[in-house]
């Protein structure tokens, strides 16, 4: 089985800006997103920056960015795409996971069919 995970514009233009912030060059940290269990439904998503990755890791490279994922949290986001949400509620990285048979309401949590 072919394994994919996508990177939207926006998402990868807000993670250009996080990096930037912190002074740090874009090249010397990625975003790592990985599912823990946890969470109201069962798992959850996390986001930090990462200063390494591993060789297990799946890399997405978007407009100078990486992202990363390891191959168990992989399985279970295969397919989706991290994409940055700014709406009047507030703003947040969100993943659009065809895997998830439902999720809360603030889209941190999910749960699998």
Do not use: W
Request: aromatic share 8%; proline share 4%; with cysteine.
């Amino acid at each position: 089985m072919t394994q994919s995970f996508t990177v939207s514009d926006a998402a990868a233009r807000r993670i250009a800006e996080i990096i930037a912030s912190k002074g740090a060059v874009e090249s010397t940290f990625a975003l790592r997103v990985s599912v823990s269990a946890g969470g109201c439904n069962g798992f959850q998503y996390e986001f930090k920056l990462d200063p390494e990755t591993s060789p297990e890791d799946f890399v997405v490279t978007s407009h100078g960015i990486r992202v990363v994922v390891d191959p168990v949290s992989l399985d279970l986001m295969n397919g989706g795409e991290l994409d940055f949400v700014d709406k009047l509620m507030g703003a947040h990285f969100a993943v659009n996971n065809p895997n998830a048979a439902s999720g809360c309401g603030c889209g941190t949590s999910f749960s699998l069919a």
